[in-house]
């Protein structure tokens, strides 16, 4: 004989508002970073994003005062992937610095191909108005401080060899920060395949090991 279905409370098959407004709102912030990030901040509009989206401008308003604040929310979600993961980066002490690098590359690569990541990047700062603009100068500077303890960490326990790790950090951020101008997910190199490529050509450069016979 077969079991009858359990029946579920509406209240856990059907979202409540909030959970529909903010999953809508996260349509249209993901849909203005793609757009943002391939036409440029400047030269989109909220009817150029409407129209992506299959809506009315007026309908944005109901999300999202202007554009700035879409593009403030891009950049805040793509530095919050780092800063604010669901999963802590390892505490110093609890692993080589060699291994908190390797984790901060991963993050980081997953972070900028991302919609949020790429408009990050993409759009600059500039764009901004200025007290957002200062919120996201300021969440860029923990980033870069982040990985700027993280290259001391590993000069101080012998698994990096990094003697500056102001400039390292500097040419890290240069090679990450230009993968969204070249790669596309659609080719040859999957993301895991994409990181492993780049934490390998930072470690010929600063691991310890790279010159062991």
């Known amino acids: 004989m077969t079991k009858p279905t359990p029946k579920r409370a509406w209240g856990e098959a059907i979202q409540n508002r909030d959970e529909q407004f903010e999953m809508k709102r996260q349509v249209v912030l993901r849909t203005a970073a793609r757009t943002y990030s391939e036409r440029g901040f400047h030269e989109t509009t909220l009817a150029d994003i409407a129209e992506e989206l299959n809506i009315s401008k007026p309908?944005?308003?109901?999300?999202?005062?202007?554009?700035?604040?879409?593009?403030?929310?891009?950049h805040r979600l793509g530095i919050e992937a780092i800063t604010d993961g669901e999963t802590p980066m390892p505490a110093a002490g609890a692993c080589t610095g060699r291994e908190r690098l390797e984790e901060f590359l991963r993050r980081y690569v997953r972070m900028?191909?991302?919609?949020?990541?790429?408009?990050?990047?993409?759009?600059?700062?500039?764009?901004?108005?200025?007290?957002?603009?200062?919120?996201?100068?300021?969440?860029?500077?923990?980033?870069?401080?982040?990985?700027?303890?993280i290259l001391q960490e590993g000069a101080r326990d012998g698994t990096l060899d990094c003697p500056d790790p102001k400039m390292t950090a500097m040419f890290v951020f240069g090679a990450m920060n230009w993968l969204p101008r070249w790669y596309h997910s659609d080719g040859g190199l999957d993301v895991d395949g994409l990181t492993e490529r780049l934490i390998a050509f930072v470690m010929r450069a600063i691991g310890a090991d790279r010159c062991a016979p």
């Open 59 to 74: 309908t944005l308003y109901y999300y999202f005062k202007n554009k700035d604040e879409i593009l403030f929310e891009c």
């Open 112 to 149: 900028v191909i991302d919609d949020f990541g790429t408009c990050l990047v993409m759009t600059g700062t500039n764009a901004l108005e200025p007290k957002n603009r200062g919120k996201v100068i300021e969440g860029r500077r923990k980033i870069d401080q982040m990985l700027r303890d």
